[in-house]
């Protein structure tokens, strides 16, 4: 496996748009083409559009961009901008009289961090579509990372700072490649060395404490609110029908469980997208296990990219 730029993989732009100030932002993935696409839902917290689009008894065979964003259930609204732009460029689902496009949304839950009244809307949206014809994206503090934060088993006194994070590989012309942003309960640790990176701080503020320890505290009465998420894109060139990008989103999952812990909880909402963008002949074993490894990296780079910001301190300063 080679890396590559995650833009390097065709068919496929990526922007991001973001409220600095208010600490809430998004990212969007266009596919003009369309992809036939998967998702992967987990824990008990998700917040979701058009998801019910990517079950393969469902007649949509491909989308047009999927769209990842703060401000939880309020940001769902934002998916209206990502449509405004592709009708404005013709792109959707024929529909005889129009097209009309398919755009799948995931939101994870900021609202602690930034202002809870400022939320990602159409005008963002449609700000990261503009930032897409760049297809340059920046990784940590930007887009759907810019409100993310990890290790809140505790609450926020004990968080971390997170991003949004991008990784890559091509084997042959095969190519395969992540976006994850990270705003997980639980700690965050590095998927080649095991070490600790991120999560749950000690109760001096320096170090990490260990929330699949501490968890069992809560074994009574469960673990609060569901105020988390991470939420991931996986895309690849190979080529494969939306039921197989079903099984390949839920085999990226594998990335989090190596990289995030605990996951999936009840108070996390925790989602993969999976797009193929391309007709590279390859095996769905083979896509599913590099994926899970290349989705892992991009939870790292959420890590290791994010800057400090809103009181949380970052990777850079708690190493």
Do not use: W
């Not at 074994?219 to 991470?230: C, H, K, M, Q, S």
């Not at 391309?278 to 599913?288: E, F, I, K, N």
């Amino acid at each position: 496996m080679q890396e590559i730029k995650i833009t390097e993989i065709e068919n496929l732009k990526i922007g991001h748009a973001q409220d600095t100030q208010n600490g809430t932002g998004c990212t969007v993935v266009l596919c003009g083409e369309g992809a036939p696409a998967g998702v992967d839902i987990r824990g008990g917290g998700p917040a979701s559009r058009e998801s019910a689009l990517l079950r393969p008894t469902a007649n949509a065979e491909r989308i047009h961009a999927v769209l990842l964003s703060g401000g939880s259930a309020f940001g769902l609204d934002a998916a209206g901008g990502v449509m405004r732009y592709l009708e404005e460029r013709d792109i959707g689902f024929d529909v005889g009289v129009t097209k009309v496009p398919l755009v799948c949304q995931s939101c994870l839950f900021d609202l602690t961090v930034g202002s809870k009244e400022v939320r990602p809307d159409q005008e963002m949206a449609y700000r990261a579509c503009l930032d897409a014809e760049r297809n340059n994206p920046g990784q940590g503090n930007i887009g759907a990372g810019m409100g993310a934060s990890v290790g809140k088993l505790l609450g926020m006194e004990f968080a971390m700072k997170s991003g949004i994070g991008m990784f890559a590989v091509s084997v042959g012309e095969l190519k395969i490649g992540a976006i994850a942003a990270v705003n997980a309960l639980g700690d965050v640790f590095d998927i080649d060395t095991g070490e600790q990176i991120a999560g749950l701080r000690g109760a001096d503020g320096t170090g990490f404490r260990r929330t699949e320890d501490l968890i069992v505290q809560f074994a009574e009465n469960g673990i609060g609110l569901a105020d988390n998420t991470t939420l991931g894109v996986l895309i690849t060139n190979g080529k494969f029908d939306k039921t197989q990008m079903n099984v390949i989103a839920s085999a990226a999952n594998n990335g989090y469980a190596r990289t995030i812990r605990p996951v999936n909880t009840s108070a996390d909402g925790d989602s993969i997208y999976a797009l193929s963008v391309g007709s590279v002949p390859a095996s769905v074993d083979a896509v599913s296990s590099i994926g899970a490894y290349v989705m892992g990296k991009a939870v790292n780079r959420a890590v290791y990219q994010a800057e400090d910001a809103y009181g949380l301190p970052a990777y850079k300063c708690v190493k």
